[in-house]
């Protein structure tokens, strides 16, 4: 059984049954070493909570995740202010390689994970900073972005920069030694042992597939290289390991394991796994061959030689924004070639069993309905339909309550219903951080951010229970994850918020409210309220 720890939330009981998961393949060979921590998910979050580890003196720290190899995978994202201040209190020179490499993302015109066009000498407009323009279904702007770091820069304090998720994390991953970093290690269990003081985590690992030789970086496969590769792996061919440690950093995203295992068992059970945000993106990342007059339409209604788009319905009714609103994503990926992503409200069950031309027929009747202009419906109705592809948005709420406003995150009502309230981020030893702990839709471009964040206020606390030599003090890690816990949740519950519910036409008082409380913060402030 886990140990318990007191709570930021008065109802929460955090002992919980480890899950007995595959419990007949678990290892039961003593570790060779006790890691000061484990943290499970190589993702950016996760190498980056290595990296502030390791700059704070604490060597002895192992990242592991379940994948097979790392090879290049997911779309590109943006760094805010927030999440690049998060990372320069990290590691300095991890700033400055992934800002290094965002900048020239940038530069070479990549947006949402595509490369985008470059405009004729007789299209050029006049130089200015690129924009990503929010506009209304008559082509007029609503909201424009700039997308220079310098204007964000400026406006903020820090800048901001487009990267691809493989890119950030191959960039991160050079920065830990080698050794530090396991691939193809799938957590299956977890078990406090408090007469060692310490957590076990058991793992398998297929050792009888080949790694992805094109993997950017792979684990060293043992023990098969006179196996036949065979994808038909038998029981025995999974190998296990048990891996023990004084502190566990779960970081291993929105469908996270360790949250899984954590709370199955225990009255939280409806919070081991993220429930459906209400929103999902049917998208098609390549359209060619566009006709010249479509094309043409297009640009002149649309684009205006923005590389990228929002085309947003959710136009303001009285006091109320649209309910079912819908947001579609236009990016340039060549002269002939577009790519488009569609954000809509839409029952889970309607997405189930829909591919290729049923999710072309779903997205135009949504836009159909919602009024969307023909030559949008139209490059939806050319899309190949072996490039379409559908995703649902997922949630861990910070905060589950309806009736709960948040205009401001130091006005969070945590004296709410206690079963409105999801339950602790911590339990004894093992702390969970970003997507794990609060995954959301990517509306707001918070994800990654949020989750840097998580990394230095859980990396600065940790160094101090070092410092302090508190590895053997329960009430000492209790402490420290409680503080992190009321630091980060009420501005968590403010970020959902917005992701959820702020739209391109609300107020610019509005949007200023939230720039200055995500974007403006002084995170020397806040590390020395930590310490």
Partial sequence: MLETKSSPHPHTNTSTNADTLAASVISSSAPQEIYDVVVVGAGPIGLATAIGLRKRGIENVLVVDQTRAFREIGQGLDLLPNGLQALKHLD???????KKIGLGFLNSNQFNGQKTIEPTQEQQPPKTSPQWAYKNLQGQIIRSISLSFDDWFKDYG????????????????????????????????????????????????????????????????????????????????????????????????????????????????????PEYSGFAAIFCREVAEIAKELRTKLEEYFFQHSPIVTIANDEISGNSVCINNIRMILFNRSTTQLGYTIHLALPLDSLQGKSESSLIDLALQELEKAGFPDALKQLVRISPPAKMQQR?????????????????????????????????????????????????????AQGANQGFEDALVVTTLIAKIAEENNWDDPQAIAKAFDKYECLRHPLMAYVQQATLKLSPYSSDKVWQEYAQQVYRRNFDQLIEGLL
Wanted: hydrophobic share 35%; aromatic share 6%.
């Fill in 92 to 98: 300095p020179n991890a700033y400055e390689e992934v």
């Fill in 158 to 273: 820090e800048g901001r920069v487009s990267i691809s998720w493989c890119n950030l994390q191959t960039t991160l991953r050079q920065l830990l030694p080698q050794d530090r970093v396991k691939a193809n290690h799938r957590c299956i269990n977890v078990v406090n042992e408090p007469e060692n003081g310490c957590v076990r985590i058991d793992c398998v690992a297929n050792i009888g597939i080949e790694a992805n030789p094109y993997a950017y970086w792979t684990e060293a496969q043992k023990h098969n290289d006179t196996q036949p590769q065979n994808s038909d792996v038998a029981p025995q061919e999974l190998a296990t390991k048990s891996i023990t440690a004084k502190l566990i950093v779960a970081a291993d995203g929105i469908n996270s394991t360790v949250r899984r295992l954590l709370y199955t068992d225990s009255q939280y059970h409806n919070f081991a796994r």
């Fill in 392 to 444: 649902p948005y997922y949630i861990h709420h910070a905060t589950i309550s309806d009736s709960l406003q948040v205009s401001n995150p130091t006005d969070l009502n945590t004296e709410a219903d206690p079963a409105k309230i999801p339950p602790a981020w911590s339990i004894g030893r093992i702390v969970l951080v970003g997507d794990a702990a609060h995954g959301m839709p990517p509306f707001m």
